[in-house]
Structure formats: C-alpha cells, structure tokens
C-alpha cells in the first residue's frame, strides 16, 4: 500500500560511508490478500460504430 525510506544521520556518518556502508531505514505496509475479486461485464455496441470509423480513417 505505500511505504516510506529514510538515512539516520546517526548511523550514515562520514566514517561509515567511506567504509562502503550505508544505513537505510523503511516503513511499510504490504496489502491484504485478495479474497474476493469481481469482474463485471457491460455490453456496448457503440464500439461497432467505432470499428468502422478506424477503418474508414485507415
């Protein structure tokens, strides 16, 4: 769902950089498992029109 990284200048100091560390902290939060997805279907026939109008255009 989102998450948030950040540097602690406590632990990112000069020393720890030039020794080739680094120090990342991160929240998150990972979302649920979907336990119930719905596909819902609706029927247009307007898209007839617009397939003759694309090859009309073509």
Same mark, same amino acid.
Request: hydrophobic residues 40%; glycine residues 6%; charged residues 30%.
């Given at each position: 769902?989102? %998450?948030?990284?950040?540097?602690? +200048? #406590?632990? &990112? /100091? #000069?020393? /720890?950089?030039?020794?080739? *560390?680094? $120090?990342?902290? %991160?929240? %998150? #939060? +990972? +979302? =649920? +498992?979907? #336990?119930?997805?719905? %596909? !819902?279907?609706? !029927? &247009?026939?307007? $898209? $007839?029109?617009?397939?003759?109008?694309?090859? *009309? =255009?073509?």
């Amino acid at each position: 769902l989102g %998450f948030k990284c950040w540097l602690d +200048p #406590e632990l &990112n /100091t #000069e020393a /720890t950089l030039k020794a080739g *560390k680094l $120090y990342l902290d %991160f929240d %998150f #939060e +990972p +979302p =649920a +498992p979907l #336990e119930h997805l719905v %596909f !819902r279907a609706h !029927r &247009n026939g307007k $898209y $007839y029109d617009d397939l003759i109008s694309s090859v *009309k =255009a073509a």
